[in-house]
């Protein structure tokens, strides 16, 4: 969950972008912002209560995009001013396709507000029975507490997918390509963030056909990987 929010942070309302708020942006906040805004609107027209908040100062080693959850509301923070990830993380994509993988990025935090809004941050689906677990102790909670983190990773991951194969098909394939080499690299190849198995299950063809919602398609898909998280 987010740590409070530095007063200094600025608070964006996106709709569309303020004069005077646009005039404090840097150049790349504003190029984030504007790919991710066709998923801001779906997120504030579903109800999700959502806040944007941009980070004035400079930011080395932090999440670029993060999404926390505070007073009842979701926080999309952009954490982009001498963060040498910002562009890192888009490294693997084509320059013409890197605003594409920002909003798939802005989808998957908007799949984690969607599970705080509702409640469910860390709950299993309803009727999903948890295997058990042989382990005890420091070692099982410490386990524990990664598997659940990794599940709404999974979800999220799953929730952008959705919402890029509805928005963007014929990029559908690249869009799971740069998300599978994201999650294959670095600590996050067995970590937390190891959503390998969800990301396996979004190459099914026709996974994503369905007249749903992008939280609910990704609903189907997170609940068969779960049976084989544990």
Known sequence: ?????LLM???IALSPL???AA???TELETRWLQAGQPVIAFARAQGLPLDIIVQPQDAPGAVPLALGFEAGRCKLVLSLRG????????QEALPAQQDLMIEAMTAHEIGHCRRYAQGDWHALPRGFVEPPSGQRGKLKRLDRELRDTRREEGYADLVAL?????QHREQYRDVLAWMRGVRAGGATAA??????????????????DGAASPFEQAQVLWRMG???DK
Do not use: D
């Open 1 to 5: 969950m987010l740590k409070p929010l």
């Open 23 to 25: 005039a404090q942006l």
């Open 9 to 11: 942070s600025l608070l």
């Open 191 to 208: 970590g937390s963030h190891a959503t390998q198995a969800w990301l396996a299950l979004a190459e099914g063809e026709g996974v994503f």
């Open 83 to 90: 963060n040498a990830q910002a562009q890192s993380v888009l």
């Open 18 to 20: 303020p004069a005077v």
């Open 162 to 166: 959705a919402w890029m194969h509805g």
């Open 226 to 228: 779960l049976s084989g």
